[in-house]
Nanobody
Framework: QVQLVESGGGLVQPGGSLRLSCSAS????????MSWYRQAPGKEREFVAT???????DYAAYVKGRFTISRDNGRNTAYLQMNSLKREDTAVYYC?????WGQGTQVTVSS
C-alpha cells in the first residue's frame, strides 16, 4: 500500500534552517507529483510547495525564495529545504503524493 513517512522536523530559532524528508513506498514514485502542506494550530491545512515527477516546481507566495522542494527518484524521497525560517512557519508539515498523506512532522520556530 502507499506509505509516506516524513522526518526532519524539530525546534529551530528564527532565521535558521531545516530540511524535511518524505520517504515514499508502494507506488511508482517517479510518476507522481509530490507536495508539502502545513497546518498551524487552529488554522486550515495550507499548500506549501509541489514538484512534478520531472522536477517542475511551484510554491506558495509566503515561502517562495525561502523554501526549496526537490526529489530523488532513485531514493523515492522528496525533500523540503527551509531557510530563513520565521515564527509563522511553525506548523505540522505533511507530505502528499498519490492522493495519500503522511503522518506529519512538527516544525517549531522559536527563540
Amino acid at each position: 500500500q502507499v506509505q509516506l513517512v516524513e522526518s526532519g522536523g524539530g525546534l529551530v530559532q528564527p532565521g535558521g534552517s531545516l530540511r524535511l524528508s518524505c520517504s515514499a513506498s508502494g507506488f511508482t514514485f517517479s510518476s507522481y507529483a509530490m507536495s508539502w502542506y502545513r497546518q498551524a494550530p487552529g488554522k486550515e491545512r495550507e499548500f506549501v510547495a509541489t514538484i512534478t515527477g520531472t522536477g517542475s516546481t511551484d510554491y506558495a507566495a509566503y515561502v517562495k525564495g525561502r523554501f526549496t522542494i526537490s526529489r530523488d527518484n532513485g531514493r523515492n524521497t522528496a525533500y523540503l529545504q527551509m531557510n530563513s525560517l520565521k515564527r509563522e512557519d511553525t506548523a505540522v508539515y505533511y507530505c502528499r503524493g498519490k492522493a495519500t498523506w503522511g503522518q506529519g512532522t512538527q516544525v517549531t520556530v522559536s527563540s
